[in-house]
């Protein structure tokens, strides 16, 4: 018997399932640990691979739909991309002056606008 008198935890598969659902949302170890009644410890001793594939998969997905939405075309595809190249291409908006203002047709600015509102890919021909 364990400390304190408890039986040991025994998972079961709706525990695992609750636990791998609360991973992937980003609910912290300590947290989940309490929402099913044991410690952190216990958790991951009990419960390694849901709380690992949880949040990979959930990163996988949100991805997946971040990639098809940069991808795509509408406003949304261009909100999408920047994000997806500031995060994964590293890009980074260039050091601005205080005095400086872009203007619509400096380079990135002028790029960004014209594929906003025609609605175009960047690869299509002005």
Same mark, same amino acid.
């Given at each position: 018997m ?5 039986p040991p ?9 609750? &636990?791998?659902?609360?991973?992937a /949302?980003g &609910?912290?170890q300590d947290e989940?640990?309490r929402v099913?009644?044991i410690?952190?410890p216990?958790?991951e001793?009990? /419960?390694? =691979? =849901?709380l690992?594939?949880?949040? %990979?998969e959930?990163?996988?997905?949100v ?6 939405k940069?991808?795509?075309?509408g406003?949304?595809? &261009?909100?999408?991309?920047?994000c997806? *190249?500031?995060?994964?291409a590293?890009w980074? =908006? ?8 872009l203007?619509?047709?400096s380079s990135?600015?002028g *790029?960004?606008?014209? %594929?906003?509102?025609d609605?175009r890919? &960047?690869?299509?021909?002005g």
């Open positions: 364990s400390k304190g008198g408890r935890h025994a998972p079961t598969e709706a525990l695992r399932r609750q &636990v791998k659902a609360l991973a /949302y &609910v912290p989940i640990g099913i009644g410690s952190k216990t958790l001793r009990h /419960y390694r =691979e =849901e690992d594939r949880g949040e %990979v959930a990163n996988a997905k991805a997946e739909s971040l990639f098809r940069a991808t795509g075309d406003a949304q595809a &261009v909100t999408a991309a920047i997806w *190249l500031k995060t994964r590293r980074r =908006e260039p050091a601005t002056d205080t005095n400086m203002n203007s619509a047709d990135i600015a *790029l960004i606008a014209r %594929v906003a509102s609605g890919k &960047v690869h299509d021909p």
